[in-house]
């Protein structure tokens, strides 16, 4: 059975290499997508031993930003890449952050008993953990001014009553736009989100089998609007599948993501573990099959310990 990691990463190339050694067999395939605003040589330089790659081509790269599309239409290429290969099996989305925490053949029996499934987090809006429930990412207009992260400035559309109860501020908004090259000229219509039928989020990292990614991709071929209203939408990785998946496949074939990540610290972003959380991690291997994140550069012991002690866990629940 083929296994197909999607890898989107922006830097750590030494990192993003040892991820693919630790996951590479005679199944495993990996499509990498490389942030087109990032110099792309050194990732071919470190990753020119590695084998089973498909490393996306410069035409097909994406600008990749925080909380933009970037990241969906990544993710999209690949998609189509191992669809255009033939290739079966599960599509398992990582990040270079993102690490295993069982060995690959625990991976590979996972699959194995598991290969109607789908592993992704979804859950109805309104999701009460989101600011105002979720509905601002779709009710308005996104956009990003550069490459930072939290860059993203939001709008109503001159037919929202919220435009003029902010006015001053919206209006500034609308002006920083323009000196920026963007002329928000979405807002000059209605904000119609009802083409998402059924509003889904969850956390952006998943597990699906080929013939989802199959029928995600045929859903989007057939309603080339569906994407395009995303393009708008803030952080869209935690909306678009959530909500094609959720109208297209059964609930029984649905379960949670087997990603482990700790929001404990708060923000926005996940804690970055270190060789003192590795017992948090082992506790974790017995039902997560990947954690994130972690950083080579700043605590390389405990991807290490892992290596060294997670190679043959106990059976990773379904």
Request: negative net charge; hydrophobic residues 40%; glycine residues 4%.
């Amino acid at each position: 059975m083929d296994i197909n990691y999607i890898i989107v990463a922006h830097e750590r190339p030494l990192q993003l290499k040892r991820l693919i050694n630790r996951l590479s067999s005679s199944h495993a395939h990996f499509y990498v997508h490389i942030d087109k605003k990032v110099d792309i040589k050194p990732f071919f330089e470190a990753l020119s031993g590695c084998s089973n790659i498909c490393l996306v081509d410069e035409n097909d790269r994406e600008v990749c930003r925080w909380g933009g599309i970037g990241i969906v239409l990544a993710v999209l290429v690949c998609m189509r890449h191992i669809l255009q290969e033939g290739n079966n099996g599960p599509c398992v989305l990582l990040s270079v952050q993102d690490y295993p925490l069982v060995s690959n053949a625990q991976i590979e029996d996972f699959f194995e008993s598991n290969q109607s499934k789908d592993f992704i987090d979804i859950q109805p809006f309104p999701i009460s953990d989101w600011i105002d429930d979720g509905w601002y990412r779709l009710s308005q207009f996104h956009y990003q001014f550069g490459d930072k992260k939290y860059s993203t400035r939001v709008l109503p559309s001159l037919w929202d009553s919220a435009f003029y109860s902010k006015f001053v501020t919206n209006v500034i908004t609308v002006a920083k736009l323009i000196v920026h090259g963007q002329i928000p000229f979405h807002i000059l219509k209605r904000r119609d989100y009802s083409i998402v039928k059924t509003p889904c989020g969850g956390h952006g990292w998943w597990i699906l089998s080929a013939s989802t990614v199959r029928a995600v991709m045929s859903f989007l071929d057939q309603q080339p609007d569906y994407l395009l209203f995303f393009h708008r939408v803030h952080v869209p990785d935690e909306i678009i599948f959530q909500s094609i998946i959720r109208q297209i496949r059964p609930e029984s074939e649905l379960c949670s993501n087997k990603t482990y990540t700790n929001w404990q610290a708060g923000g926005a972003s996940p804690k970055v573990f270190n060789e003192n959380d590795f017992d948090e991690l082992k506790n974790a291997s017995g039902s997560f099959l990947f954690a994130r994140k972690f950083s080579e550069q700043d605590d390389d012991k405990i991807l290490d310990l892992l290596d060294e002690h997670l190679l043959m866990p106990e059976q990773v629940e379904s």
